[in-house]
């Protein structure tokens, strides 16, 4: 149910008006007028004094855990994580259980994020069977359901079979497909627990090479290339994978990008004390990799960012690293890492945090009505966010069901202030909503 | 000392005062009755989630001979294998009265996370985590070079002047690890000897020196050459082509025994592979260390044993984890 | 807090020349003593008698040390110490008369530790005590053989003991 809603003095960073505050008027969920000293009877009057207007965020790599793993995350309880991160759509990843790779899976999964009302959830549909890497899933008929499925990924698992991932790249094409890899040669990282280098070397933890994520990249491009389909790489993690994915884009290849926000802020050293938190595949990794990825990020090779947010329940990261699981919860803290790692350092601007959270995701995964501008007819997602606030980075910030985030204590600065989706509001005054009908 | 779990934290006066205070223990282990009364009413819990009885008898010999308890909890057959926690085991051995706990456990980094997690108070002393560390060994191993070569004038002395070489499989070892670390602290010059693929891909900071070849190492008059046990089976993942080879140019044989100078000394953590990576001649010499070793290893950790226990504790964070 | 010197160095000498007598005449002669000191002071203190006794004594007396940390009874109060060397002279000290030797008395804690100690490391004839300062406050029923000096004192109070060997100079004080 979407109310008429006038939100004041806000800083909208599309092209036309970067920087000067204006007045949106929102009705029927949709964007009606844009301008300054608007007024409208009756409606909600949101103060956006200071705040900077940005289109709902989207999120390309997301894993809900549902079906199958309800007591790591819910699509309810990470669509509530995910509004109060400024998103208004997240694609779902999946390695569910069952695997998302037949159309009534993925059904379930738009269904389920239909009802829970807080954001789109736009499912991801698996490339092969089981995520086995044997045989290719019904792509196609993922892509005519319900769910219109365009992105498919095996991620956890690396397509690694260079034919499979030939036959998938091509497949796609007949609907506008992109095959999202997740890069890593398993055979070069079999037992692996860290970046392989001088931290592993001391620690005593199998290593994960660079060379793993980057053989795979190199081999995709050429194979994207000489089939004519697109290619999209997640969670990019080196600095010689920026170099790859430069000299492809250069080539002319239709490869795009994805970075998480922790791999622009952390780094191996982290893990010196075995805190399971910092474990995540792709591995932290040096100092030189997050400089790198930062510089791809905004010279455009690195295309958008994208969480991979990974919900683990505590057991399984208060244990011994070995025995620890891979992933960090990301929703709540995205925007505020990039302001950080980003935008605080000069490498981005409010207009290009646009364009690689919001604009770019929501074209690669071809997703109308997200990411689009803050103009008149287009529809009212968007999000309000303070960025001058400093504070630490608690839990009371996390409202998934799980609280592997390694951020918890840190100091990050900014804070969503309010996120709406398609004119209903999600978040107000910084405090998650309770939307109505919930599944 | 709150905890042991390293020797790459370990200062030079910690070390040194852990190698002195293993003099006074050898010293009563000489005398008719070799117990001490000094741990009397305290626990020792040997957690041991790896194979290995060696190092549990020699923890027991030692908490026993300060009149500690001792439980002995192996993971075979136990809990554990049923799947229960590392948090769990932990704090169910601390309700029964732990104020020790030597854990030997299969992943790196596990006596730290069982002593930074708030889980247990009790004092953890690292008895080998996986590929890190197993800083008691390198103690003993130390004490033993020491002794061999200072004799009665040990106490107080490090190994300034003195030459390693380590011989084996580095990547895998946690007795090379923390052996480099606590030679260097103590001023030995490390040397490492590997084929090229049992070398971690980067110990660039590392403060030795690596060779591929064991004859070029033992030309340059090596003090004391340690050789590692090699695990055959990692032959089957390509580390190395057969065992043959890998004896033929990293084993050491009688021929390469014979060029050893004169007062140079052997040395093997145990278990040995008798004519894989050490020959039985090499084994049996006079230079060969290996049982002092074994007694060395009561002493020190007798040493970490009461310098742990003896005193009051300090609370978390006092004296760094 | 005021300090009083209660021995000088001249006292000192003197108190130890007459407890070298006083162990010659109780032992009859020089024949099976071996004098032990309890570290720190006390081991500097052994030495002087031993070489005393020596003299007056006409034959050699063999002198060594005896460390007790690992048989206190306080030691979990207390941050951790370090133990100090204990040397037994070649001789041992079966069927022997121990002199045990230490500079201040004061519980008498140290001395049964002591007594633990040379149980563990053999079985002596007869165990006698000889002590620079008696300073009272007996928590345990150990009474010294020879005395440098009675020193009454309050709980309160500190008596510290400097040797030229140890401390660069010779005196007793009391500070209250």
Known sequence: MSETILIRGARIHDQAAAGRPADLLIDGGRIVEVGAGLSRAGARVIDADGLIALPGLVDLHTHLREPGYEASETILSGSRAAAAGGYTAVFAMPNTSPVADTAGVVEQELALGEAAGYVTVQPIGAVTVGQKGERLAELGAMASSRARVRVFSDDGFCVWDPLIMRRALEYVKAFDGVIAQHAQDPRLTEGAQMNEGTVSAELGLTGWPAVAEESIIARDVLLAEHVGSRLHVCHLSTAGSVDIIRWAKKRGIAVTAEVTPHHLLLTEELVRGYDARYKVNPPLRREQDVQAVREGLADGTIDIVATDHAPHPAEAKACEWQAAANGMVGLESALRVVQQAMVDTGLLGWDDVARVMSTTPARIGRLDGHGTPLTVGEAASLTLYDPTPVRPFGRSDLHGRSANSPYLERELPGEVRWTLHRGTVTVADGALREIGVNA | ?321 | MSTRTVLHEADIARALTRISHEILESNRGPEGLVILGIPTRGVNLAQRIGALVTEFGGRSIPVGALDVTMYRDDLHRNPTRAPQPTEIPAGGIDGKTVVLVDDVLFSGRSIRAALDALQDIGRPAAVRLAILVDRGHRELPIRPDFVGKNLPSAREERVNVRLADVDGIEEVTIES
Do not use: C
């Open chain 2, 1 to 321: 000392m709150r905890h042991l779990l390293d020797t790459r934290t370990l200062t030079r006066d910690d070390a040194l005062r852990i190698l002195d205070v293993a003099e006074d223990m050898a010293d009563t282990q000489r005398r008719e009755v070799k117990k001490l009364p000094t741990l009397r009413g305290k626990t020792v819990v040997n957690l041991f989630f790896e194979d290995s009885t060696r190092t549990r008898i020699s923890f027991e010999a030692a908490a026993k001979r300060l009149s500690a308890d001792v439980i002995n909890f192996s993971a075979k057959g136990s809990s554990v294998s049923k799947g229960e926690s590392l948090q769990d085991t932990a704090q169910t051995l601390q309700a029964m009265g732990a104020d020790a706990v030597v854990i030997r456990h299969g992943a790196s980094g596990a006596p730290r996370t069982l002593a930074t997690s708030g889980w247990i108070t009790a004092g953890v002393v690292n008895a080998g985590d996986g590929t890190h560390e197993h800083p008691t060994q390198a103690l003993l191993d130390a004490f033993t070079i020491r002794k061999r070569f200072f004799g009665a004038d040990s106490r107080g002395r490090d190994l300034a002047g003195l030459r390693v070489t380590i011989v084996g499989d580095v990547l895998h070892s946690r007795v090379a690890r923390s052996n480099v670390w606590l030679l260097t602290t103590l001023g030995a010059a490390v040397t490492l000897v590997a084929p090229p693929t049992l070398v971690p891909q980067d110990v660039s900071a590392w403060p030795v020196r690596i060779r591929y070849d064991l004859d070029e190492a033992i030309a340059d008059e090596p003090d004391a050459l340690m050789m590692l046990r090699i695990q055959a089976e990692r032959m089957n993942a390509a580390y190395f082509p057969t065992e043959r080879e890998y004896s033929r140019r990293w084993g050491l044989d009688a021929a390469r025994l014979g060029r050893l100078s004169a007062d140079s000394i052997v040395m093997h953590p145990g278990p040995m592979n008798r004519g894989l990576e050490i020959s039985a001649d090499a084994a049996d010499s006079p230079r060969s260390t290996v049982l002092e070793q074994v007694t060395n290893g009561v002493s020190v950790r007798m040493a970490a044993l009461y310098l742990l226990l003896a005193g009051e504790r300090t609370r978390a964070g006092e004296d760094g984890r």
